[in-house]
């Protein structure tokens, strides 16, 4: 490699060329030219593309004449640049490669893993349906067919077929090969199999191949041809990234780095010119009786399989899936990096799933909805093609989630890390339905028809509604903010959605989608029918938690006498008589079953003592064991109990923070309960 941080190169009659980066090992030499920004911007890059198509041709040659005998190429190498599309065809007519930030990185994950092995990954992608010199082509096959489908079996060394093999991994590196289906190796099962090798173990089970020659393969058969298989001599293709590997991706690369690799041999099952939609449903039809394919992966491959299919409800998914992933994949999109593709990793940032932006588009008006082979319901965008709808949407879902993205910086640096509750799932669902509303109410109001009215324009139209969620977003304190944070589930989604229409309502009330006054109207109802449910489940918990410590302690005769202090017996005692006046003999009840919640709250802590043996441990909320925290601060939610049932019992009125309250005492308490019967 060059040392500095660039080179020249001399040209001849030309002068030279500088370049950022020059490699060169014994068969290849490569020189980058590195462009970078310092925040992500589009760009055709028209005068760095100009100066290296004008030398390419003097380059070449004169890398060659230094470098005899290897194969060279030009790479272009960006970071924090959307390149244009007609800068993309520029490149890909003067045949120079373009790699940006993602495709670097890719490659350099690749080698971490695979070792020397990555170098034939990096070949396929550089050289693709280039000659291999020196490659023995020919291999002993049985040649056969397998539900209509020709296929070819034999045995060869991994070191030749390394050579020719390609892994279609999920990655930006390899979006000029869409679709993609293979997940990325695994460094730790691939020094399993290396170790398994060199250990002389074997895999009796096939590579899956699929070979992409253009027509049907060479072969010479050596028995005579019939119905059945026919032995013969198969030549396989002698150019890179020729072989794309369907199954067994990490045994051929654990040989990479064996000795074995050019003495073993691996049965391999070759196809011959799969349509990649077949090869991702013979991906997911074999890992699908092994290692499950992740649900996020599925998503990322039916937007690919399902994107032309006969049945319109399967186009229509795939349609909201490419949608979501090119939100999380495209420079130009707000949530860039933001939305975990395929087996990307989740973090505090990337931490949005296809399926939540898929839901939003979904359960709002876009796209529409359909029976297998007609419209049910036209979306508001929809133009009768996947093609032609996903034109329409993106643009305008991109200038949405800008908006917010700009106006709500604060909550845009946070994503999904502690306080940030708009850039979440819940809340990218959420949004997603509230600019379907938007378009519903401005097409009710004639202001725009989505068809043919510019994305821009019509961003332009729902700015204004977009900047009362802004105003509602702002005004939230602390612990309304972590409510939302809160909101999990079908059910939190729709809050969460509904409250976001109602902030737009308080600020344009002719905004009225339909359901929204409804909701408002069973909200409170349903709060407290919720919340009264969870209060008998946590009065029955600690009536039976309670008299079980408590008899533990004094015995089964006298623990009411001696763990129940004497006011608590007393009313108790009193209220029970009360009611024994008016119940028929076998439904008597006694003085415990006439206990409040915060008489049990006077039993635990009527002694430090007695708090501390028997109540402590159970009864002191997560995050309220604080040290210097008193012992009897570390009851006080039964307070908050007790006043929340009074309510529910004489006002029938519950907010929504108590209702979360709530939901987290009795998700704790008999959480725990079933913890401590295991």
């Not at 230094?66 to 520029?90: D, W």
């Amino acid at each position: 490699m060059n040392v500095g941080e660039e080179f020249c190169i001399d040209l001849d009659q030309r002068g030279e060329a500088r370049f950022s980066i020059l490699a060169a090992d014994d068969e290849t030499v490569l020189v980058v030219q590195c462009v970078s920004a310092r925040e992500v911007r589009s760009s055709q890059l028209r005068a760095e593309i100009h100066a290296l198509r004008d030398v390419r041709v003097e380059t070449l040659r004169a890398l060659r004449r230094i470098f005899p005998g290897r194969k060279a190429k030009i790479i272009l190498a960006t970071k924090n640049i959307a390149l244009m599309p007609n800068a993309q065809s520029s490149l890909e007519d003067a045949d120079i490669i373009h790699m940006d930030e993602e495709a670097i990185s890719y490659f350099l994950s690749l080698a971490e893993h695979l070792g020397k092995a990555a170098r034939f990954q990096l070949l396929g992608n550089l050289f693709a349906g280039q000659r291999i010199q020196g490659l023995d082509s020919e291999v002993h096959a049985l040649r056969g067919k397998m539900g209509g489908i020709t296929y070819y079996f034999f045995a060869i060394e991994p070191d030749r077929l390394l050579k020719i093999a390609y892994v279609l991994h999920r990655n930006r590196a390899n979006s000029d090969l869409m679709p993609t289906y293979q997940r990325l190796i695994r460094r730790s099962r691939l020094q399993d199999v290396s170790r398994f090798v060199d250990a002389g173990g074997f895999f009796p089970n096939s590579i899956i191949l699929n070979m992409e020659t253009g027509r049907s393969p060479r072969f010479d058969p050596a028995t005579k041809a019939g119905d059945g298989p026919v032995m013969g001599v198969l030549h396989l293709p002698q150019t890179y990234r020729s072989a794309f590997v369907i199954d067994g991706q990490h045994r051929l690369y654990g040989y990479a780095n064996s000795d074995r690799a050019v003495s073993e041999l691996i049965p391999v099952v070759a196809f011959v010119n799969l349509p990649r939609s077949e090869q991702i449903r013979l991906f997911m039809q074999i890992n699908e009786n092994q290692q499950a394919v992740p649900k996020n992966l599925r998503n990322t491959l039916n937007a690919d399989l399902l994107w032309d299919s006969d049945d319109l409800r399967q186009r229509s998914r795939a349609l909201k899936l490419r949608v979501a992933q090119h939100l999380g994949e495209s420079k130009s999109s707000p949530l860039y990096g933001r939305v975990i593709i395929g087996e990307n990793t989740r973090s505090p940032i990337r931490c949005l799933t296809i399926e939540a932006i898929s839901n939003g588009l979904t359960r709002g008006s876009f796209v529409g909805s359909f029976n297998k082979s007609s419209v049910k319901d036209s979306g508001t965008f929809y133009m009768g093609t996947n093609d032609a709808t996903f034109a329409l949407l993106v643009p305008f879902l991109e200038r949405c989630f800008r908006h917010l993205r700009d106006k709500l910086f604060a909550q845009w640096t946070l994503g999904g890390a502690e306080g940030g509750f708009v850039f979440i799932n819940p809340g990218i669902e959420s949004l997603l339905k509230i600019f379907s509303d938007i378009v519903d109410h401005l097409i009710l109001q004639g202001a725009i028809d989505p068809r043919i009215t510019p994305a821009e324009d019509v961003y332009r139209q729902s700015s204004a509604y977009l900047d009362a969620i802004v105003e509602y977003v702002e005004s939230l304190g602390v612990e309304q903010a972590a409510e939302y944070r809160r909101m999990y589930g079908s059910g939190g989604t729709t809050r969460y959605w509904r409250r976001l229409q109602r902030a737009i309502q308080k600020r344009h009330p002719d905004f009225d989608p339909p359901g929204l006054s409804a909701f408002l109207e069973d909200e409170a109802k349903t709060f407290n029918t919720e919340s009264f449910k969870m209060i008998r489940e946590i009065e029955t918990f600690l009536n039976e938690d309670i008299k079980r410590k408590l008899q533990e302690k004094f015995g089964k005769i006298n623990w009411f006498a001696l763990g129940v202090p004497r006011k608590v017996r007393e009313s108790s005692m009193t209220m029970a008589a009360q009611k024994n006046v008016d119940l028929p003999p076998d439904k008597q009840v006694g003085p415990w079953d006439c206990l409040h919640i915060i008489d049990y709250c006077t039993i635990m802590t009527q002694s430090q003592d007695l708090w501390l043996e028997l109540f402590a441990k159970r009864y002191t909320l997560p995050g309220e064991g604080r040290p210097k925290a008193s012992w009897r601060s570390r009851s006080s939610w039964m307070n908050e109990l007790n006043r929340i049932r009074n309510q529910n019992f004489h006002t029938y009125t519950v907010k929504p923070s108590e209702y979360e309250f709530l939901v987290e005492v009795t998700g704790w308490l008999l959480r725990e309960e079933g913890e401590d019967d295991i």
